[in-house]
């Protein structure tokens, strides 16, 4: 009996030294980049493998998880949401795949009816493919849709034309010569081996083939893919430690750090041994020691992805901003980027939400030339014109709004005849009108910082102009003509033209009700006061579609993650939710935040309500996870809400770390019922830039049931505009 005593004990000893030895996750592991994979109505978001804001990037030659074929094996993606510049493919071979396998920083998978085995990892301006084939020596294609492919011995050289004078190159190691070479056309190039097993290892460039050679013999010396795997796992736990969290779910665990990869994917750094591309005006520069970055669509992640880097990686959003300068300077008319890209900026949605960037980095006491950016600020919205979709100088119809104060919509029947409007884009006049008016705002305060008085005064002013469409009988914002009449009869549900775009863009009346992010408490007065705007606030959410969902989304297809008339998915929505905070019921706020969160952003292949825009709403989740938002970009301030973790640890850049504990919360323990801050009793819904920078501790006490008096005194708000 004592021998089986022993013997029992013994195994149960080994079983726990077993246990013991299970490394516990790092954050990387906690990535699931499948999620959102599966698009709700537009585009999904992609599972990009890539070092944080690196060059080297690719995902899936697919439109979405469950399409059935794959067009090759990506060599590079140099845009956000777009498809392989540069590819590899495999002649005669139906492209089905079979166990993908994909990280942040490795893709694998087979390929062909499960006939190759493919593993990929990429450093940041290189990569290896280590290609295995069980059913017949090696072929392969590399495949340039627009450029040219040649090989010479174990070499393949080739570009691809991405946009614009805008090249992309790639020169190609094999490592063993190819038995026989064929050309199918100038960008395709076939490849037969008489081996089975084949490694790749490349180098990228949008500067030349030579460059791309420097960049691969800089970075990867050997043909073997784990190093890569091992380094970019590294790189990728280093750059999400940043933002420590535990005491959640594991669903909780994932949605956040996978949030928060996605975050880092952009902008992309394009420096090669100090020196970049320009797109802006098509020449090769020197970046002196500074990094050159782009791709970032600036309508999405200014309200806050650029807030976020101002907190944990202020060093990169100070050379991110310098970059947007440089562009500025090497384009023409001095303006700055709105959706800058490796091929140069493009100007997509409305507004010139870059200056909002500058302002908010200047509030936070960022490094940045004030003066210059003020000076582009001005010249990107005085000279270039407000219409949407439209790069191009100011026309009549951006007189019109300086003089008048508001963008004019066409009368019913009245046929557009400016040619600075796009026909399926039309004048989107409300939203055009609001996003000048917070645009405005922020050059006053780059003016002010710059000590520029005329300037701060005269666009202060300007930054008033949303209240010219400002309907006080319906409390909406209500398009006018040019005769200062209310466009009548009107449906502030169901606007005119595909995606509202005669009015609004992308959202109807109800989401542009809230577009006063710079001005909250006057359009608190002129909704009649903080019960009036908590009630509109209410039927929002409340507010039915009026119509089926097939009519409804039929019109608007980026007004996605619906709960009641609020869109969550889409990026003019992001700080409505904490708008409560301001009007004496931020219990309210507390509710909404974890009813978005677990609606719409969850651990699966649906889980993100709409365009994700690379990093512009899952910098939402990451700030809205650990319990507040930067409602206001350009005021040094946040709101709270509703933390999901026990425990959030922000390590800032200087080495000292602010800490978020909420005690005692849980799925029903959501309502702050008391808070401190260093030890000291807390009683507003807000918090300041400098408490996070200094360091120190938010202390929130959870419980299921609200309290309503906690942040409900007007004495416990920010000052206002």
């Excluded at 990506?74 to 079979?98: K, Y």
């Excluded at 994909?102 to 290189?126: D, L, M």
Aim: charged share 20%.
């Amino acid at each position: 009996m004592k021998t089986h005593i022993i013997i029992t004990v013994m195994a149960v000893a080994v079983i726990a030294s077993c246990a013991k030895q299970v490394p516990a996750p790092e954050p990387v592991d906690y990535v699931n980049t499948e999620i959102g994979y599966i698009s709700h109505m537009l585009v999904p978001v992609y599972p990009t493998v890539q070092l944080p804001h690196s060059l080297m990037r690719v995902f899936p030659c697919r439109s979405e998880y469950t399409t059935e074929l794959l067009g090759g094996l990506p060599l590079l993606v140099t845009g956000h949401r777009a498809q392989a510049n540069l590819s590899i493919g495999f002649p005669g071979r139906r492209l089905d795949f079979d166990n993908e396998h994909i990280t942040p920083y490795s893709y694998e998978t087979e390929v062909a009816s499960s006939s190759i085995h493919s593993r990929f990892a990429p450093s940041h301006q290189s990569a290896i493919y280590d290609l295995t084939f069980r059913e017949g020596p090696a072929t392969i294609s590399f495949d340039s849709e627009d450029g040219e492919m040649n090989v010479e011995g174990n070499v393949v050289k080739g570009w691809c034309a991405v946009g614009g004078d805008t090249k992309a190159y790639v020169y190609a190691e094999l490592e063993k010569a190819p038995a026989e070479v064929g050309i199918a056309a100038p960008g395709h190039l076939n490849l037969v081996f008489d081996i089975s097993h084949l490694r790749i290892r490349y180098g990228i460039s949008l500067i030349s083939t030579e460059q791309a050679a420097k960049n691969l013999t800089r970075e990867i010396c050997g043909f073997d893919v784990d190093p890569l795997i091992t380094e970019g796992r590294r790189i990728w736990n280093e750059a999400l430690s940043r933002l420590e969290v535990s005491g959640g779910s594991e669903n909780d665990l994932t949605v956040f750090y996978t949030s928060y990869y996605h975050t880092l994917e952009r902008p992309v750094n394009i420096s090669e041994d100090g020196c970049y591309w320009s797109g802006e005006d098509n020449q090769v520069h020197e970046d002196g020691g500074v990094p050159y970055y782009t791709d970032d669509w600036l309508w999405d992640t200014y309200h806050s992805a650029h807030p976020l880097r101002t907190i944990v990686d202020t060093g990169m959003e100070e050379d991110v901003l310098a970059s947007y300068l440089r562009m500025s300077d090497e384009n023409i008319h001095g303006w700055l980027p709105c959706f800058p890209s490796v091929s140069g900026a493009g100007r997509s949605m409305n507004s010139c939400h870059t200056i909002v960037a500058f302002a908010d980095a200047v509030a936070k006491g960022l490094d940045v030339d004030v003066r210059k950016a003020e000076e582009a600020a001005v010249a990107s919205l005085k000279g270039r014109t407000l219409c949407p979709w439209n790069g191009g100088k100011a026309g009549a119809l951006d007189a019109f709004y300086w003089e008048k104060g508001y963008f004019p919509a066409l009368k019913e029947g009245e046929k557009e005849t400016d040619p600075n409007v796009h026909g399926f884009e039309n004048r989107q006049p409300v939203a055009v009108t609001t996003g000048a008016s917070l645009d405005c705002w922020a050059v006053s305060l780059l003016a002010k910082a710059a000590g520029n008085a005329d300037d701060e005064e005269y666009f202060l002013r300007q930054s008033f102009n949303y209240r010219n469409l400002f309907n006080p009988e319906t409390g909406f914002f209500h398009p006018k003509d040019r005769d200062g009449k209310f466009i009548e009869p009107f449906d502030y549900n169901y606007p005119g033209g595909m995606g509202a775009r005669e009015y609004y863009d992308e959202n109807n009346a109800w989401v542009y009700r809230w577009d006063v992010q710079h001005n909250i408490y006057d359009l608190i007065s002129l909704m009649g006061g903080d019960g009036k705007f908590v009630a509109a606030l209410d039927s929002m959410f409340a507010e039915p579609l009026g119509m089926s969902k097939y009519s409804f989304w039929a019109k608007l297809p980026d007004h996605s993650g619906i709960i009641g008339q609020f869109s969550m998915g889409n990026e003019p929505s992001l700080h409505v939710p904490y708008l409560y905070n301001y009007a004496g019921a931020p219990w309210k706020t507390q509710k909404r935040i974890r009813q978005m969160l677990r609606t719409w952003f969850r651990n699966d292949l649906m889980g993100m309500p709409g365009d994700e825009d690379g990093g512009g709403m899952t910098s939402f989740v990451v700030f809205s996870s650990m319990g507040f938002f930067p409602v206001t970009p350009g005021k040094a301030e946040y709101a709270i809400g509703s933390p999901l973790f026990e425990n959030v640890r922000i390590h800032l850049e200087d080495g000292r770390c602010f800490e978020i504990r909420a005690v005692g919360v849980s799925e029903d323990n959501k309502y702050i019922q008391g808070a401190k801050l260093n030890g000291k009793s807390w009683n507003e819904p807000f918090i300041s830039h400098e408490d996070i920078i200094a360091g120190g501790v938010l202390e929130l006490e959870m419980g299921p049931l609200p309290n309503k008096e906690w942040g409900a005194s007007s004495s416990d708000r920010p000052v206002s505009l």
